[in-house]
């Protein structure tokens, strides 16, 4: 293999496929980048066998091949160059029997030699046969950035570790994430999996983020487990899923909904924000509405107190309600339009939190008023 890149351009990409190598495992291939030359194209693949991140860049491929070497060194290695260096990679037998690979620039050379063969390197499944879905620029990555927050760590609860992949009623694609405590939903157009499956969680921080390039969704049994593969750009995610069914999300949300009040999200986050500054672990902030007021109370473990008063689109009947603040911001972060409406049947109910539109709702559980 020989190939000529831009330094910056190639440790940029070996930052991105790096992030799916195990960093803990005791296998060392694990720690190895798979260098794949071929077409005018570099390919750099890291795995820890439960998922892959591949990326591609377009290189002059003066011979094609493959080599496998520690991924965190040849990081190191390339951005010791100016980011526009011309770099020269290159593989041939050395010492010890083994492949090394070579990187020239000017009067610097560095070897590194490839520990493990590269047909040693772990394959993970082809899913290029099964059931694909495509989604426009961004509406993907929005679709992620709106439920991930809402994915629980709790280990012991594997089914809620990541985001549900579902077919909405009419057709379209929704995903969902829960945590017990919060559920977020959207939706989109793009006609869902007729199987549905579990992203883990641990894929779905993988998964590229670029919102101006359109992304697909592969999925596909293989064996008796579930793999998608996520291809956005440049970028290419293969991982398998989480075995098992996703709770029955659709029970908690409001078959009728009451509109409790409607607010500005910048002015309720800037709220919330300075309220977390006195809640202390409780994070436990009231929220008291009379008529077009909606009023913020906090209190703190040191008899700390914040209240500040901030105005609604409408008024409303007087009511009160309590939330734990660090489950809100996550969603007025998220916001698209210039409105939150907020809908609760009875003051214990959960309190369903969306932006007007029919793409997007949150379900929020209510703390104890006492």
């Known amino acids: 293999m020989k190939i ?45 066998l439960r998922a892959s991140v591949s990326v591609r860049e377009a290189v002059t491929v003066l011979a094609p091949g493959a080599v496998a070497v520690r991924a965190t060194m040849l990081l190191k290695l390339l951005r010791s160059f100016p980011r526009r260096a011309s770099v020269t990679l290159s593989v041939g037998r050395g010492s010890y ?27 993970l499944p082809d899913i290029s046969q099964g059931e694909e879905m495509c989604f426009p620029p961004g509406v993907l990555a929005a679709l992620v950035s709106r439920t991930s927050y809402a994915m629980s760590d709790d280990e012991s609860r594997c089914m809620l570790c990541g985001i549900s992949v579902e ?17 977020a939903a959207a939706r989109c157009a793009v006609p869902g999996p007729e199987t549905p499956f579990i992203i883990p969680a641990t894929t779905v921080r993988l998964l590229p983020a ?4 359109p992304a697909t969704l592969q999925s596909a049994d293989i064996h008796g487990t579930r793999w998608i593969a996520v291809a956005c750009g440049n970028v290419t995610v293969v991982s398998r899923t989480v075995e098992g069914t996703y709770p029955a999300w659709r029970r908690v949300m409001p078959a009728e909904k009451s509109i409790r009040w409607t607010v500005n999200p910048q002015l309720w986050l800037a709220a919330l924000r300075r309220a977390l500054l006195v809640t202390g672990d ?27 008063t901030i105005p609604l689109k409408h008024a409303y009947e007087p009511h009160e309600v309590a939330f734990n603040a660090e489950y809100l911001i996550p969603i007025l972060t998220r916001t698209l339009h210039g409105t939150v409406l907020l809908y609760q049947n009875q003051p214990t109910t959960t309190v369903q939190i969306d932006d007007g539109s029919e793409h997007w709702a949150n379900i929020v559980m209510p703390m104890s008023l006492v």
């Open 4 to 48: 000529i890149g831009i330094a910056g351009v190639l440790a940029q990409a070996l930052q991105t496929a790096k992030r799916g190598s195990a960093c803990s495992s005791t296998l060392p291939i694990l720690h190895d980048v798979l260098l794949q030359a071929s077409d005018d194209s570099l390919q750099m693949t890291c795995t820890d």
């Open 97 to 123: 029997e083994r492949d090394w690979l070579t990187i020239t620039h000017g009067p610097v050379r560095f070897a590194l030699p490839s520990q493990e063969d590269a047909d040693e390197f772990p394959a």
């Open 167 to 183: 077919r909405s009623v009419s057709g379209g694609t929704v995903m969902v994430a829960n945590d017990s405590h919060r559920l």
């Open 210 to 213: 670029k919102k101006d390039c």
């Open 282 to 308: 409780s994070r436990k902030v009231v929220h008291k509405v009379d008529g077009s007021a909606l009023t913020l109370t906090a209190e703190g473990g040191e008899y700390e107190q914040y209240s500040e």
